[in-house]
């Protein structure tokens, strides 16, 4: 079938090209991406909990391609075992869980000055002025960012970002190229300094990090550092944004919310279900792999469209229904098995405070704009802008 998730109308609204993937070509082949693309829920499934057969050893390759700004190491998202459970044992311990729970405090400051900012007028663009900054500013304090870099810092990872759509404009793969090198360049001082004057930053952590004698080489530390921007921008970001453009689609669902407080836990798991900000995730078959909706030869490049995997109607009650009371808890969302999303956790965290605080400290609002574009990814699902109109 026709189905070229860089297309126009697929970027506009994939739901109805996954329909009739799951539906007609649950295993098909993919021409412009030359490529496979897995779409029900089951075979998504079993991919993510077999590594050894579906392996990650492509992931930059055909995310990044040739605009990887680490280049010279296999990132951790490229790792099979052992090597991937080496690292992650690192990372987990020098990063996330103790961390994540002492943040709490500091990213309800920062929502609540991104929030006054943006209720202060009666329209602001919820991307510029929370959505998108959010996320940054939280990753930024984490690593140890100066906050006089942060405007630097947020314009070289958007760029990178831009890097996994495959452009082919010379203009902007040059763009996504320098911008690369200078965060590169960037944290390759930082990394260098953490080593004589330790901070109580992630970069400080993973300095440090060390498992059986063995620590991070500084590319791997450099790769992390790098991944832990990329990943999660961009995607947090469109959690925020898809949650607030559904439930202005859905005004019933947004009254539930409004009525009841406790729900945007679940809200926040609805989005990541319904309108999932990652769509799609590399694979490399190991072998032949015969799966519910079809066979798969070895050495093949398969996508794994957990955007729709997510909507499956064998898996989920009346999928395309968006319900804040659902709080669905085996969504793909954020994959599943040893690559799990590493900053999943932060990811709610931010989700949760950001939604509340616009839903219970600002005037209700409506959007002021009926077409909104979204932004032209491979992976990423989320709008370019979301202009809002507080009630006065
Ligand atoms: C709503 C926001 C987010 C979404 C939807 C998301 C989604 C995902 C998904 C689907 C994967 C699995 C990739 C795979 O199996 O190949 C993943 C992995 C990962 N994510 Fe996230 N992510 C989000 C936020 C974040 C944040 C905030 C961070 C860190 C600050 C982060 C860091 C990572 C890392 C390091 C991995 C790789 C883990 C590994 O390979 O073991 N993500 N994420």
């Given at each position: 079938?026709?189905?070229?998730?860089?297309?126009?109308?697929?970027?506009?609204?994939?739901?109805?090209?996954y329909a009739e993937l799951r539906n007609k070509a649950p295993v098909a082949w993919i021409e412009p991406l030359q490529a496979w693309a897995i779409s029900r829920y089951a075979d998504v499934d079993f991919a993510l909990r077999n590594p050894q057969i579906f392996s990650s050893s492509e992931f930059t390759k055909q995310t990044l391609g040739d605009l990887n700004p680490v280049p010279e190491v296999p990132w951790i998202l490229d790792m099979n075992p052992p090597d991937h459970t080496r690292l992650r044992k690192l990372v987990n311990k020098g990063f996330l869980p103790r961390l994540i729970r002492n943040l709490e405090p500091r990213v309800q400051e920062i929502t609540r000055q991104l929030v006054a900012s943006l209720k202060s007028q009666t329209e602001g663009d919820l991307v510029s002025a929370l959505s998108g900054p959010l996320p940054t500013m939280v990753i930024a304090e984490m690593l140890g960012v100066e906050p006089e870099r942060l405007d630097d810092f947020k314009r070289w990872s958007d760029d990178v970002v831009l890097g996994t759509s495959?452009?082919?404009?010379?203009?902007?793969?040059?763009?996504?190229?320098?911008?690369?090198?200078?965060?590169?360049?960037?944290?390759?001082?930082?990394?260098?300094?953490?080593?004589?004057?330790?901070?109580?930053?992630?970069?400080?952590?993973?300095?440090?990090?060390?498992?059986?004698?063995?620590m991070l080489s500084a590319a791997e530390i450099l790769a992390l550092a790098v991944l832990l921007l990329l990943a999660g921008n961009e995607t947090t970001t469109n959690l925020i944004g898809n949650a607030v453009r559904n439930?202005?689609?859905?005004?019933?669902?947004?009254?539930?919310?409004?009525?009841?407080?406790?729900?945007?836990?679940?809200?926040v798991e609805e989005v990541l279900r319904y309108e999932s900000p990652v769509q799609l995730i590399p694979r490399l078959t190991a072998r032949e792999v015969e799966l519910e909706g079809g066979k798969i030869p070895a050495d093949a490049t398969v996508f794994l469209l957990?955007?729709?995997?997510?909507?499956?109607?064998?898996?989920?009650?009346?999928?395309?229904?968006?319900?804040?009371?659902?709080?669905?808890?085996?969504?793909?969302?954020?994959?599943?098995?040893?690559?799990?999303?590493?900053?999943?956790?932060?990811a709610r965290l931010e989700g949760r405070i950001a939604l509340d605080s616009l839903l219970f400290d600002c005037p209700p609002f409506t959007c002021t704009r009926e077409h909104l574009p979204q932004i032209a990814s491979l992976i990423v699902r989320g709008v370019q802008t979301l202009p809002l109109h507080f009630a006065a």
């Open positions: 079938m026709d189905y070229n998730p860089l297309a126009p109308g697929v970027i506009e609204n994939p739901y109805p090209y495959r452009p082919s404009d010379e203009v902007i793969r040059t763009r996504v190229r320098q911008s690369g090198a200078a965060l590169r360049n960037y944290f390759e001082r930082m990394i260098e300094r953490r080593r004589t004057d330790p901070g109580e930053d992630v970069i400080t952590a993973l300095v440090r990090a060390e498992e059986e004698h063995e439930l202005l689609r859905h005004p019933e669902e947004l009254a539930k919310v409004r009525a009841d407080r406790t729900l945007v836990p679940s809200l957990l955007g729709a995997a997510n909507r499956d109607e064998r898996k989920f009650l009346e999928p395309d229904r968006f319900d804040v009371t659902r709080n669905p808890q085996d969504h793909v969302g954020f994959g599943y098995g040893i690559h799990y999303c590493l900053g999943a956790p932060l």
